[in-house]
């Protein structure tokens, strides 16, 4: 997925454009962290030489959770994003629709 820098706001337009998980930022924050600590731990526990199945059984988690970030931000993006462009028309509609399959083939993918 192209990462599209925000217009530039101005004087005439105080908010640049937004994008959907602006709302449920902070939420999506604390819950990166926790697998930021989740990583951590896991570090911990081959250091410490932990048994493998819990080593396995932890990255279980992290990946579930990491998922479900990932499923959040693209549903804010089906529901933000792509209905805006969509309701504007023209190319940048296709090209949202574009970048939301391939993001969802990435997500299957993975």
């Known amino acids: 997925m192209t990462d ?13 454009h937004h994008h ?11 819950r990166l962290k926790r697998i930021e600590g989740q990583v951590r731990g896991l570090q911990r526990m081959v250091e410490n030489e932990a048994y493998c199945i819990d080593i396995l059984t932890q990255i279980s ?13 693209l549903d804010d993006h089906l529901k933000h994003c792509v209905v805006d462009a969509a309701r504007a028309g023209g190319p940048e509609a296709e090209e949202k629709i574009a970048e939301a399959s391939a993001a969802i083939a990435r997500l299957v993918k993975s």
């Open 4 to 16: 599209h820098p925000a217009p530039e706001a101005t004087e005439d337009t105080p908010s640049a």
């Open 20 to 30: 959907g998980y602006i709302s449920d930022k902070d939420r999506y924050l604390t």
């Open 61 to 73: 988690a992290m990946t579930a959770a990491t998922e479900n970030v990932a499923l959040g931000l």
